[in-house]
C-alpha cells in the first residue's frame, strides 16, 4: 500500500520522504504505537512551489488528496485524528499513514 501511495504523490508532482527515521530510539511516538510494529509511517511532504523548487508542506490540506487517497485503498490517514468537525480531514497528524490493527490507528 505504501508503494501505491508513492506512485499516487508522484503522478499529482509531489515527493514524499520518510518522516522521522530515529523517532523509535527517541521516544516520538507513544507506547503501543503503530510504527513500532511497521503498521504506520510518517511521511514529509514535498511540493514544487511557483520557482519549480521542492518545498516542505506539513499542513493538512496539503496533506489532504494522499490522505483521500490512502483511505481508499484502506488505510487510516492521520489528518481524521482530532478533527475539528467530522469528515473535516484537517487533524493534527496528517502525515500520519496507518492501517488499523486492533483498534489502534
Not at 527517541?26 to 504506520?40: C, K
Not at 521542492?54 to 484502506?74: A, N
Not at 485524528?81 to 490493527?101: K, M, R
Amino acid at each position: 500500500m505504501l508503494a501505491r501511495l508513492i506512485d499516487y504523490a508522484e503522478s499529482l508532482g509531489y515527493g514524499l520522504a520518510p518522516a522521522c527515521a530515529k523517532c523509535f530510539k527517541e521516544g516520538h511516538h507513544r507506547p503501543g504505537s503503530l510504527h513500532y510494529i511497521g503498521l504506520a509511517q510518517d511521511y514529509n511532504l514535498f511540493i514544487k512551489d511557483a520557482d519549480g523548487e521542492l518545498e516542505w508542506r506539513k499542513d493538512p490540506e496539503s496533506h489532504r488528496p494522499l490522505g483521500e487517497f490512502w483511505e481508499s485503498i484502506g488505510g487510516t490517514w492521520g489528518g481524521r485524528f482530532s478533527e475539528s468537525s467530522p469528515g473535516a480531514g484537517d487533524g493534527v497528524d496528517s502525515n500520519h499513514y496507518s492501517l488499523t490493527f486492533r483498534g489502534i490507528k
